[in-house]
T-cell receptor, first 114, second 114 residues
Framework: DAKTTQPNSMESNEEEPVHLPCNHSTISGTDYIHWYRQLPSQGPEYVIHGLTSNVNNRMASLAIAEDRKSSTLILHRATLRDAAVYYC???????????????FGQGTILTVHP | DAGVTQSPTHLIKTRGQHVTLRCSPISGHKSVSWYQQVLGQGPQFIFQYYEKEERGRGNFPDRFSARQFPNYSSELNVNALLLGDSALYLCASHTGNANTGELFFGEGSRLTVL
């Protein structure tokens, strides 16, 4: 399984942007880049995913490097509710009806200060 | 609409016992996956099922088994419990269309083995 590397922890102030980095130098051409987050005492929650192009949704933006060996999750205005563990995951495109497995690492613990 | 529901939410067993965990996916979702999350670590993939067929298995011993029913609900069974099986067991559902990027996780079943 292709691996990702993330900082163990990051801190931010409320209402400021947050840039969460992820390195994935062994990514293959068919790997999607996924981000999930896990709030305390809850299951993981999907944030965003992409393949080659930058992606935006209501929760966040995903910036993917041109060589795809790194990516950055951007939270435009952090809130206290964004405090969570953020996981950067590579998912192989299994095609058809098989979603495949997510291989979670340790993730980045994001602390948001009021 | 109801999300992924899991039962029981908490349970305590002793070594050597057997446990059955249950999961109901989101209505219309045909695929269910199971993950184990040990305290302080990211979730680890156990099984994936689609239309009652096993589509993937993680690196877990044969004491772990699962099945999916015609209504797409699923059970995870663990025999001969060990102390190391203490963890949060997460169920995730998916539409079955691999092009859809999002897995929906339940809040998990917290198993404590004494």
């Amino acid at each position: 399984d292709a691996k990702t590397t993330q900082p163990n922890s990051m801190e931010s102030n409320e209402e400021e942007p947050v840039h969460l980095p992820c390195n994935h130098s062994t990514i293959s051409g068919t790997d999607y880049i996924h981000w999930y987050r896990q709030l305390p005492s809850q299951g993981p929650e999907y944030v965003i995913h992409g393949l080659t192009s930058n992606v935006n949704n209501r929760m966040a933006s995903l910036a993917i490097a041109e060589d795809r060996k790194s990516s950055t999750l951007i939270l435009h205005r952090a809130t206290l509710r964004d405090a969570a563990v953020y996981y950067c995951i590579l998912r192989e495109d299994a095609g058809g009806t098989s979603y495949g497995k997510l291989t979670f690492g340790q993730g980045t613990i994001l602390t948001v200060h009021p | 609409d109801a999300g992924v529901t899991q039962s029981p939410t908490h349970l305590i067993k002793t070594r050597g016992q057997h446990v059955t965990l249950r999961c109901s996916p989101i209505s219309g979702h045909k695929s269910v996956s199971w993950y184990q999350q040990v305290l302080g670590q990211g979730p680890q993939f156990i099984f994936q099922y689609y239309e009652k067929e096993e589509r993937g298995r993680g690196n877990f011993p044969d004491r772990f088994s699962a099945r999916q029913f015609p209504n797409y609900s699923s059970e995870l069974n663990v025999n001969a419990l060990l102390l190391g099986d203490s963890a949060l067991y997460l169920c995730a559902s998916h539409t079955g269309n691999a092009n859809t990027g999002e897995l929906f996780f339940g809040e998990g079943s917290r198993l404590t083995v004494l």
